[in-house]
């Protein structure tokens, strides 16, 4: 019989849901991103306890090996190191968005505008959404991709999905910024985003 508090989840008596509740739902998420649970961007507290807690007792994240940030898929921060592009054409929209520059970094409040360059934060962005990279048919330059976009399968026949690795290449080319939102003002997930280059208003 243990002697530990809480809620324990079955057969795994250091997982405690009743710790995790204690925690702020900034924390839950970072703890749920670590233990590799899709999606945490747009739980409730509650969702996120329960998933954070089922992650540590199935031993998929860090909870079971303890060999965090390994993930085989993970793309990196790119050359500028996440840090966003400034040049002459910069938006209003970019000047005042917060930077983000690892997979750590937390929006400050719900619904500010966020602004990166780094590769794994715009896939797993784009990712817990479904999203898949894009590019906009019709618009190619030989055998370069045309605009870029993240495709949410919202039926856009416009759309034809490329590999992270071809839609970075063109990303990194033309020097843009990834300018988005984890979470609209009212705290629901937000899908908005746009790519600007500093150096060109049309772009």
Sequence with gaps: MSNEPGNQTPNTPDVSETELRKMKVDELRQEARDENVSGASGMRKEELVKEV???RSSGDGRGGDGDAGSDPDDLGAGPEGGKIRHGDASSKSLKYSQEIT???DEAEREGRSL???HHEVI???AEERGGVPATVEGTEHGDHLGVLRIDFRDKDSNLRQVSWEEWFDTFVARRLNFIY???RADGTQSNFFRLENPEREDA
Aim: aromatic share 6%.
């Design 115 to 117: 602004a990166t360059t």
């Design 181 to 183: 939102q984890e979470q």
């Design 102 to 104: 690892s997979t750590d």
């Design 53 to 55: 807690a089922n992650a």
């Design 123 to 125: 896939r797993q962005w």
